[in-house]
Structure formats: structure tokens, C-alpha cells
């Protein structure tokens, strides 16, 4: 009876999920990005801001980003995304458009800050509408906070978007994979 006791317990206790110590946290997804000036990395917080993460790493899948121009440059941010940079014919109609698919929400953090290094999503008024265009911080601005979708964090490479001037190019934009570590 003391086996059978005994062996109940060792199956309930083995069909517990493992504990939080003893699971590894799961990898937050990482963006390289690789521009006229080096690369530099970006994790994103999928946890925070699902339907922004979702949106971009679907952008990113479809190569999207490559080949654009830093529309915006100030002392403050760099920023990226609208399409027409392609183009520097275009150079007074950059930041005017996205992707076309906005993302719907505003997945504003309430604990999450505009620090350096900090990636949000640019919009034009209304979080809700933001779309395909992201900004990096170069410095902290808490005028931002609360006011923009925070989706991710540079982890490395940061002196780099330091050197970001206006028009440098997007050369590759692409989730972090075990090829590319």
C-alpha cells in the first residue's frame, strides 16, 4: 500500500508543470538592423505590446523595411518606416505614410518609459493608427511616455543610432535567428 502510495504521488508530482525556476524564461524576438552606419539590435516586447510586436515582426517577414531611409533625424530620436523613402525624389513626403495596415490599438505601457534606447511607434494623433513607422531614442523623453506604444528596447549597438543621419539606409531589417547571432 506504502508503494502504491508512494507512486501515486511521484506521477501527480511529475505531471506538475516545471516551476518558474526551473523553466527558462522565453526569448523575447530580437530585430537586426543594419544600416549605412553598423547595426545595432532591437528586443521587442511582445508581452506588452502583442498586436504592435505581431504587426512588425509580420512587416519584417515580408522584408518590408529594407531599403528605407531615416525620414526623421533630431537630437533627440531617429525614426524609419514610411515607404516613400525609397524614393529621395520624394525627401518632403517622408513620414506621411506607412504600410497601409494600422495596427488598431493603443498598447500604451504604464510602466514602460522613454529612455535611450527605448523603440516606440509614431503616429499622427491617435496610437490606435500607428502602423509601420518606429522611432529609437537617442535620449530619455518623458513627454513621450504614455503618449506612444513602446515595443522595444536597443540591447545593442546603441552608438550606432548615435551616427543615424537623415536618408541613411535600411540595409537589412530582419528577426534575430540562430543564424545570425
Same mark, same amino acid.
Given at each position: 500500500m506504502k508503494l502504491v502510495l508512494a507512486l501515486s504521488v511521484a506521477l501527480a508530482v511529475a505531471a506538475l508543470p516545471p516551476s518558474p525556476q526551473s523553466t527558462p524564461a522565453a526569448a523575447k524576438p530580437v530585430i537586426v538592423m543594419q544600416t549605412d552606419q553598423g547595426?545595432?539590435?532591437?528586443?521587442?516586447?511582445?508581452?506588452?505590446?502583442?498586436?504592435? /510586436?505581431?504587426?512588425l515582426i509580420d512587416l519584417l517577414k515580408r522584408d518590408f523595411y529594407r531599403g528605407f531611409r531615416f525620414h526623421r533625424v533630431t537630437p533627440s530620436l531617429v525614426q524609419i518606416g514610411d515607404p516613400q523613402s525609397r524614393n529621395v525624389q520624394r525627401e518632403n513626403m517622408w513620414g506621411t505614410m506607412g504600410s497601409g495596415s494600422p495596427i488598431g490599438v493603443a498598447e500604451i505601457s504604464k510602466t514602460r518609459?522613454? /529612455?535611450?534606447?527605448t523603440v516606440g511607434l509614431a503616429h499622427s494623433g491617435d496610437a490606435r493608427f500607428a502602423d509601420s513607422q518606429i522611432y529609437i531614442m537617442k535620449v530619455a523623453s518623458p513627454s513621450l511616455d504614455g503618449k506612444h506604444a513602446i515595443i522595444g528596447q536597443v540591447v545593442k549597438g546603441i552608438e550606432v543610432v548615435d551616427k543615424i543621419q537623415k536618408a541613411d539606409v535600411l540595409k537589412l531589417a530582419a528577426l534575430k535567428t540562430a543564424a545570425t547571432k
Open positions: 547595426t545595432f539590435e532591437i528586443e521587442l516586447f511582445p508581452a506588452e505590446a502583442p498586436k504592435s /510586436v505581431a504587426h518609459k522613454h /529612455v535611450r534606447g
